[in-house]
Every structure is written in C-alpha cells, then in structure tokens.
C-alpha cells in the first residue's frame, strides 16, 4: 500500500457524487428470515465463470448474514422502484413490509425489478471499512424496462445522449 495520504472525506464524497450508479437491492434469507440492503456498490467482474461484486459496509446486517449462508440476489431496480431503494437503505424494522417479493432460487426476488441475479459468495476481501463479496453467478434473468440510476444523492434513469443532426 502506498504512504500517499489520502484524500479528504469531503472531496472524496463530492467526486463520488458525480457518478452514476446502478441501484440495487441485495437480498439473502436463513432460517425463512430475510434480508436485503439497498448496494449500488455492485458491478459485473468476471465473464468466465461469469461474476459479480458487491461492497458491503463492516456493520451490515446483510454481511453477517451472507457469512453464515454464503448466498445472495441482486435485485437490480426499475426506474419507478426509488420507494424500495430507501426502504432497504433504511436501519431496522421490517424491510420487507408492504414490498412484494417471492422466494426464488432460494433467495428473497422482488417484483417489478429489472435484473434477478442468484449468487454463491466465492471471497469476503477486506476493503478499508467495506468488504469485497464477489459471487460466482448460478443464474441471470433480464426483464425489459427502464434502470433505476443514483447521482449526486438523488434517483432517477438513463436516456441516450441526443445529438442534433447536421
Ligand atoms: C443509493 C444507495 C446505495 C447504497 N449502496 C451501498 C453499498 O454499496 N454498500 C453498502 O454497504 N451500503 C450501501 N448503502 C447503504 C445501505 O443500504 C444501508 O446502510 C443499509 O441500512 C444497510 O442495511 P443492513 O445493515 O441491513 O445490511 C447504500 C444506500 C443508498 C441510499
């Protein structure tokens, strides 16, 4: 690791802002409880085997959880699916009230999202205060409809740049 020092938190929090990112809701099950945490930390990592990853905070629930099962669902949104993001950003209570879901691939799936994508965690890799949980994919399915986006802490959706024509 470099002596470099870091950057502040400041500027880290505002460059990061400027990103989009993908939203999504990860989700595990033990014991018929189950769990899910809004991560927009996720992104694809490997085509062969195809692989994801995830970054979870240390504090997470949903990484105790994945420790013990070593499972997980990506429910990626759809762009009218902002409510169930701040649901499962929320700390405590029940995450899953009044949200439709179903168990799949003995996993919790949400209805109406985009993207189901069923994990088997393959590494927990330390990453300062988060941890690196990449997953080896069992199965993908893609639904037609729009991305739920994040940028500069606020929700909304992709369109395709529009150039005037010459
Ligand atoms: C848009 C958005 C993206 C988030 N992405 C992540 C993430 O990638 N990793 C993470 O650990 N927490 C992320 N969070 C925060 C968690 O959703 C939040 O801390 C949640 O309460 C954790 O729940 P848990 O303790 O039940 O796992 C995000 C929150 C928001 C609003």
Redesign the pocket.
């Known amino acids: 690791m470099s002596d470099a020092t870091p950057a502040s938190e400041s500027d880290f929090l505002a460059v990061m802002a400027e990103v989009c990112?993908p939203?999504t809701v990860v989700t595990s099950i033990e014991d018929g409880q189950p769990?899910?945490?809004?991560?927009?930390?996720?992104a694809s990592l490997s085509l062969r085997p195809p692989m994801v990853v995830?970054?979870?905070?240390e504090?997470?629930?949903?990484?105790a959880g994945l420790r013990r099962t070593r499972r997980f669902g990506v429910n990626i949104l759809a762009s009218d699916q902002d409510g169930v993001?701040?649901r499962?950003?929320?700390?405590g209570g029940d995450?899953f009230r009044d949200v439709s879901w179903t168990e799949t691939d003995g996993l919790p799936r949400l209805h109406d999202a985009i993207g189901w994508i069923v994990c088997r965690v393959d590494a927990f890799v330390a990453g300062g205060d988060?941890v690196l949980v990449p997953g080896v994919v069992e199965r993908a399915v893609a639904e037609p409809g729009a991305p739920l986006a994040?940028h500069r802490r606020t929700?909304g959706t992709h369109s395709e740049s529009v150039r005037p024509v010459r």
């Open positions: 990112s939203v769990r899910g945490s809004t991560v927009s930390s996720f995830v970054a979870l905070g504090s997470s629930k949903l990484l993001a701040r499962f950003a929320g700390r995450k988060h994040y929700y």
